[in-house]
């Protein structure tokens, strides 16, 4: 059974920086890629950004590119998003979700439980 335990949410005031990570667990579980979605109450969820496990290629959406960074750590199963100079339209749930890769890399079939992250303006 592969859980995925987020962590780092809360409020930032416009400007500020948060951090997320989320954890694989699973005794053998190895993803090929991981990534962060996000959702808005009345709004379905989006992509945010995305990291290939044996690689390291990522892929981010328009509108938070240059501002977040996503990374991992292999060792962990942990995946990382850096989130900076952040826009009262960041705030949202953000998910955590894993891929096995069983019929595309960014197949995404594992969700974390999200985790709350507001900027203030």
């Known amino acids: 059974q592969v859980q995925l335990v987020e962590s780092g949410g809360g409020l930032v005031q416009t400007g500020g920086s948060l951090r997320l990570s989320c954890a694989a667990s699973?005794?053998?579980?190895?993803?090929?890629?991981m990534g962060w979605f996000r959702q808005s109450p009345g709004k379905e969820r989006e992509f945010v950004a995305d990291i290939k496990w044996s690689t390291g290629s990522t892929r981010y959406r328009d509108s938070v590119k240059g501002r977040f960074t996503i990374s991992r750590d292999n060792a962990k199963n942990t995946v990382y998003l850096q989130m900076d100079s952040m826009k009262p339209e960041d705030t949202a749930a953000y998910y955590c979700?894993?891929?096995?890769?069983?019929?595309?890399?960014?197949?995404?079939?594992?969700w974390g439980q999200g985790t709350q992250v507001t900027v203030s303006s």
């Open positions: 699973g005794r053998t579980f190895r993803p090929v890629a």
């Open positions: 979700a894993a891929s096995a890769g069983a019929s595309s890399p960014y197949d995404y079939n594992y």
